[in-house]
Nanobody, 119 residues
Framework: QVQLQESGPGLVKPSQTLSLTCAVS??????????WSWIRQSPAKGLEWMGV???????YYSPTLKSRTSISRDTSKNQFSLQLSSVTPEDTAVYYC???????????WGQGTQVTVSS
């Protein structure tokens, strides 16, 4: 059973880089056919898919965030990370990591972590 847990600072200053890590247990981020995504939710935008790193290491990003977003992984720790650069208060949201096996409609979600961008 896959479990995901987000971690990272809850407060980030404008113009800085938001960095979060998703720890994965119960499944390998390098095997199988899975996508490991970052998704955020805010009152203004609702749910917004940010990007994904697939089991083979391929990455894909939302066109609206691509220029500022980087998803990477540490296979030795079975975790993947999000970096969002040049943040503004509009980036304030609850950030989730999630997993979906290809061919399945089921998403496994982390509990989410609130990130506030403020000076």
């Amino acid at each position: 059973q896959v479990q995901l847990q987000e971690s990272g600072p809850g407060l980030v200053k404008p113009s800085q880089t938001l960095s979060l890590t998703c720890a994965v247990s119960g499944g390998s981020i390098t095997t199988g056919s899975s996508g490991w995504s970052w998704i955020r939710q805010s009152p203004a935008k609702g749910l917004e898919w940010m990007g994904v790193i697939e089991s083979d290491g391929s990455t894909y990003y939302s066109p609206t965030l691509k220029s500022r977003t980087s998803i990477s992984r540490d296979t030795s720790k079975n975790q993947f990370s999000l970096q969002l650069s040049s943040v503004t208060p509009e980036d304030t949201a609850v950030y989730y990591c999630a997993n979906r096996k290809f061919g399945s409609s089921k998403l496994d979600w982390g509990q989410g972590t609130q990130v506030t961008v403020s000076s």
